[in-house]
């Protein structure tokens, strides 16, 4: 057999494998998350969030965008805790700069302390 009818063949058949995946996973949410950041935020937005202290409708709102496309400062969270971790969140955004530090248990995430600062 030579090389373009091999070639044909993988081709057909890596099609024909596409179009199943493709029909397999088209419904399903399907997402790949490799990296320790991006697997504790799709962790902590499917949780319940709550926050100690009461706050206005609009800072809630920036603290769970920042949440959402902050990003995470390992280095001053505190990972070595055994019930909730408490992880340290940042974002600079276009009109304010953003952290905050969020105690992840098993069944809630509770927004601890906060500090939002105009730009």
Not at 58 to 83: V, Y
Request: glycine share 6%.
């Amino acid at each position: 057999m030579n090389f373009i009818n091999r070639l044909s063949y993988f081709s057909g058949g890596f099609l024909i494998g596409l179009i199943f995946l493709m029909f397999f996973l088209s419904g399903k949410r399907t997402s790949c998350s490799y990296l320790p950041s991006s697997r504790v935020k799709k962790d902590i937005s499917r949780k319940n969030i709550k926050f100690q202290n009461l706050l206005k409708k609009e800072d809630s709102l920036i603290l769970l965008n920042a949440i959402k496309l902050g990003s995470i400062n390992f280095s001053k969270s505190n990972t070595n805790l055994k019930k909730c971790k408490e992880y340290y969140f940042e974002q600079n955004g276009l009109d304010n700069k953003t952290w905050l530090i969020v105690k992840n248990c098993n069944d809630s995430a509770v927004i601890i302390s906060y500090n939002i600062s105009e730009n």
